[in-house]
């Protein structure tokens, strides 16, 4: 599995449907057919980063994401 922002491996799973990335620092949840991205900040808080991700781009990487898990 790949980030869908800086393509870094180094992608951990944190719950059932939460990823982790340790290249970019940003948590992905997966539900359904729907990906959602979020900048963990300083004081723990997420803010979501869903709207740099939009359209098709986000789901190539939500189908590439997918089918490699």
């Known amino acids: 599995m790949k980030c869908p922002n800086c393509n870094s491996k180094d992608i951990g799973k944190i719950g059932s449907h939460q990823f982790y990335c340790w290249g970019c620092f940003i948590e992905l949840t997966v539900n359904g057919d729907k990906m959602s991205v979020y900048q963990v900040e300083e004081d723990g808080t997420l803010s979501s980063l869903d709207d740099l991700f ?15 898990s």
């Open 54 to 68: 939009f359209g098709e781009e986000m789901v190539q990487d939500f189908s590439q994401m997918h089918a490699s």
